[in-house]
């Protein structure tokens, strides 16, 4: 028995994005779901689970439930997953229903962390209060700080490894800032070349500014209900076929290589057994992209090319309008915007539904 | 020993669990943990084997010898304490234990820095209380 075809996504909400000051993160969340009913055509009073994206927000915890005023409900968490939080939420809605323990359950994130009077790189470095109890302190100690370095210092093992290049992630930044020049909700829609790319300061080297994410105020909400309860409602379904998870954690030991060799491997694996479908059949790609780096393995680890041949793989341009691999069709978080696994997620269902205009 | 007006970093501050270490650096002597039961060896600090769950975990000085598995260079300014030194180093280094800690390398240049260089641990005294383990190249 697996879930495959059992469930739908039925309703999207994307509140703008980026530069949106002065809201908060229930604020950007309310109008989210709100957004994502009237898509649906679903009224409040049906939703019976809400699964909130927990993350560095304080207001996205349990608490939201009682903010956005949603009572008896059937199914609640605050989840955690990283970025793969929203592929984990779907996952988990999609059991609920299938298991009828909810009908019609929104899946919710939202995000303030920009204010008028600071940059985006200081967004999430916090308050230059740090931790610095015990080992734990020794990072702050050495000036590690933020999420860059961890991905910057697998980026620079993978050149070590296979001789991929700067060129090559630039050919990624630019692929989806052409995704990005035709999505209106996109926050950089100049147009990217590879001398601006290579010429953009470094933030930690071997990552150039446009190697890394944009951080983004904003909210989005997606609802799943039963495949039959989609029929009835106003958006085309969006079936959900396959899923998947992968974590390998890192204990720090030198027999594994985490950051080179990811989870993607097994979840994607995994999604494509359950939806029985091979890499040949995918014709659209929409992956976490926090880096660059990030597009590059996450190819790699679910087939679409070798270990290690990420590099030449993505170099002729095929994630690019027009390129045989279609990838972050929106721009991702690259170009478009910063909402965890929800930038892949709703870009996917934009796409799936046959909305998304020109691109 | 630079003096606490001179050292503009953050500083660790050693709680009980971690007191075998910092009492080590103190020493110059770079202290890892070791499972007694499996023989796992563990970095940070940890209460419990992350292999056996056992409790048994005790505190062994390691070679100090390793290789760089990566690194990285800081351009961004996100403590003032590193303004002067941007870009800096972090480095993840490889111990001949088994490990992969991150550290900074001193005693090069950072257009010196290659992955697989040999690396050994040297000592950075920041205070009277706390010492932090650096690599520079083996000699």
Known sequence: MSVKGKCAIVGLGVTAMGKVYGRSASDFAAEAIKLALDDAGLQKEEVDG???????????GPLLQMTLGF???????????????????????AMAIEQDLANVVVLVYADAPLTQSRGSGSSYSGTGVFPMTGMNGLRFAYGYYGANPGYALAARRHMYLFGT???????????????AQMNP?????????????????????????????????????????????????????????GMG?????????????????????????????????????????????????????????????????GGAFVSDGKLAPGGSLPTNTGGGQLSSYYMWGFTPLSEAVVQARGQAGER | MANSTDYQKPIPIPDEASKPFFDGAKQHR???????????????????????????????????????????????????GFASEIP???????????????????????NELHIGMSLEVTFEDVTDEVTLPKFKPAG
């Not at chain 1, 059937?74 to 779907?90: E, Q, R, V």
Request: hydrophobic letters at 40%; glycine letters at 8%.
């Open chain 2, 30 to 80: 770079l202290m890892i943990q070791q499972c007694s039961s499996c023989g796992t060896v563990m970095w940070p600090v940890k209460s419990r084997c992350d292999n056996c769950l056992n409790a048994n975990v005790t505190w062994v000085q390691a070679s100090g010898k390793g290789t760089l598995y990566s690194f990285a260079l800081m351009h961004q300014i996100y403590h003032p």
């Open chain 2, 88 to 110: 800096y180093n972090i480095a993840e280094v490889d111990l001949e234990e088994g490990l992969r800690i991150l550290s900074n390398v001193v005693g090069c240049s950072n």
């Open chain 1, 165 to 179: 290049t700067n060129e090559q992630l630039g050919t990624i930044a630019i692929s989806q800032r052409k995704w």
């Open chain 1, 245 to 309: 998870q992968g974590a390998p954690g890192d204990n720090q030991r030198t027999d594994r290589e985490p950051g080179i060799y990811t989870g993607a491997k097994q979840s994607g694996a995994t999604a494509l057994k359950m939806a029985g479908v091979e890499l040949k059949d995918i014709d659209i790609c929409e992956l976490y992209d926090c880096y660059t780096y990030t597009v590059l393995v996450t190819l790699e680890d679910y087939g679409f090319c070798q270990k290690g041949e």
């Open chain 1, 185 to 241: 909700w996109a926050q950089m829609r100049k147009p990217l070349t590879m001398e601006d790319y290579l010429n953009s300061r470094y933030i930690v080297e071997p990552f150039h500014l446009f190697d890394c994410c944009l951080v983004s105020n904003g909210g989005i909400a997606v609802i799943l209900t039963s495949a039959e309860r989609a029929k009835s409602l106003k958006q085309p379904p969006v079936y959900v076929l």
């Open chain 1, 71 to 93: 009572e008896d409900l059937a199914l609640m968490n605050a989840m955690n997953a990283y970025g793969s939080t929203a592929g984990t939420m779907i996952q988990y809605a």
């Open chain 1, 50 to 60: 809400l699964l909130i994206n927990a993350n560095l927000s304080p207001e996205m």
